[in-house]
């Protein structure tokens, strides 16, 4: 049965980085869980399996501040399973610019978290796929390497699981300078996916970065490279205000009807950055828990029609 909600994905970002910990327990992120599915939710994404210093289940290869029993990706994946939610696993970054496009030991340092990945969790249903968090918005640090390594390395263990990759748009939104327009994005992804757009199997832009007057000139493009190599486009929805520099409020409900409004001639289906934080009704920000209550109501009145 089709969801009468347009946002069915959340990322899960329990590296938390860059917003803080909601410090949940068990209890509490099932219970999140359930609230994800009341709004149709059917796909969650691990935004990172392991940055840097830190892992979401105890490995052997990366370090992690975990104990053996703090198994967090387990869990989820358990929970998961248990509700019919398909769940997208991240891969390791070692950093932001994953050292200034080292790709090649971005590459082998995945090659180990692949296989311990799948070695440990390769037998629940729920899941579904690879989501590849190395973010860009343009041609830098060796991305179209980092994109084709890691891309066949997933395909190659895993040939059954497909791939996402949510980039950000290259505009004045994100940069001073050097900003591309809609027409100079299909060429710069036309040259990115040229190399490894083969192993990709769904792009979700991120829409905050957009300028909102032209976010669907910057969608259309989107679609297009993404035809070209075979890609489906989905839109990450951020629940965050960009507006309000490095506060990561939650975004106003008109905003986001309107940025789902705006792109829905071009994706195939929208995932938000993230559901826990922004659109949560047991959210640690009151405004979000005001925001789940907008959304419940307006679409319970209003079913989305994709």
Same mark, same amino acid.
């Given at each position: 049965?089709?969801?009468?909600?347009?946002?069915?994905?959340?990322?899960?970002?329990?590296?938390?980085?860059?917003?803080?910990?909601?410090?949940?327990?068990?209890?509490?992120?099932?219970?999140?869980?359930?609230?994800?599915?009341?709004?149709?939710?059917?796909?969650?994404?691990?935004?990172?399996?392991?940055?840097?210093?830190?892992?979401?289940?105890?490995?052997?290869?990366?370090?992690?501040?975990?104990?053996?029993?703090?198994?967090?990706?387990?869990?989820?994946?358990?929970?998961?399973?248990?509700?019919?939610?398909?769940?997208?696993?991240?891969?390791?970054?070692?950093?932001?610019?994953?050292?200034?496009?080292?790709?090649?030991?971005?590459?082998?340092?995945?090659?180990?978290?692949?296989?311990?990945?799948?070695?440990?969790?390769?037998?629940?249903?729920?899941?579904?796929?690879?989501?590849?968090?190395?973010?860009?918005?343009?041609?830098?640090?060796?991305?179209?390497?980092?994109? =084709?390594? /890691?891309? $066949?390395?997933?395909?190659? +263990?895993? &040939?059954? #699981?497909?791939?996402?990759?949510?980039?950000?748009?290259?505009?004045?939104?994100?940069?001073?300078?050097?900003?591309?327009?809609?027409?100079?994005?299909?060429?710069?992804?036309?040259?990115?996916?040229?190399?490894?757009?083969?192993?990709?199997?769904?792009?979700?832009?991120?829409?905050?970065?957009?300028?909102?007057?032209?976010?669907?000139?910057?969608?259309?493009?989107?679609?297009?490279?993404?035809?070209?190599?075979?890609?489906?486009?989905?839109?990450?929805?951020?629940?965050?205000?960009?507006?309000?520099?490095?506060?990561?409020?939650?975004?106003?409900?008109?905003?986001?009807?309107?940025?789902?409004?705006?792109?829905?001639?071009?994706?195939?289906?929208?995932?938000?950055?993230?559901?826990?934080?922004?659109?949560?009704?047991?959210?640690?920000?009151?405004?979000?828990?005001?925001? =789940?209550? /907008?959304? $419940?109501?307006?679409?319970? +009145?209003? &079913?989305? #029609?994709?």
């Amino acid at each position: 049965m089709k969801s009468i909600y347009p946002i069915s994905g959340t990322f899960i970002d329990e590296i938390t980085y860059d917003i803080p910990s909601s410090n949940w327990s068990r209890e509490e992120w099932a219970k999140d869980l359930d609230n994800m599915m009341e709004v149709g939710i059917d796909t969650a994404i691990f935004i990172r399996g392991g940055f840097y210093n830190k892992t979401i289940f105890p490995s052997k290869h990366f370090p992690h501040i975990k104990d053996e029993t703090d198994d967090f990706a387990g869990f989820i994946l358990e929970e998961a399973q248990k509700r019919g939610i398909n769940i997208f696993f991240g891969l390791y970054i070692s950093t932001l610019t994953w050292n200034d496009g080292d790709a090649q030991t971005e590459i082998e340092r995945n090659r180990l978290f692949i296989d311990e990945v799948l070695e440990r969790y390769s037998h629940f249903t729920s899941f579904k796929g690879w989501y590849i968090p190395h973010e860009v918005g343009n041609d830098v640090f060796n991305i179209s390497d980092v994109f =084709n390594g /890691l891309g $066949k390395l997933c395909k190659e +263990k895993s &040939p059954e #699981k497909p791939i996402l990759i949510s980039p950000f748009f290259y505009t004045t939104v994100m940069v001073n300078e050097g900003a591309l327009s809609p027409e100079q994005t299909f060429e710069e992804w036309d040259k990115i996916l040229a190399k490894s757009g083969g192993y990709i199997d769904y792009c979700a832009f991120q829409d905050g970065s957009a300028p909102f007057d032209k976010m669907d000139e910057y969608f259309a493009q989107a679609k297009r490279v993404c035809d070209k190599y075979g890609i489906e486009l989905w839109s990450n929805v951020e629940g965050l205000d960009r507006d309000i520099p490095k506060v990561f409020a939650p975004v106003s409900f008109d905003v986001l009807k309107a940025k789902i409004n705006k792109v829905k001639p071009y994706v195939k289906k929208y995932i938000t950055f993230e559901f826990s934080h922004f659109l949560s009704p047991q959210s640690i920000y009151q405004s979000a828990r005001n925001l =789940n209550k /907008l959304y $419940k109501e307006y679409y319970g +009145k209003n &079913p989305f #029609k994709g």
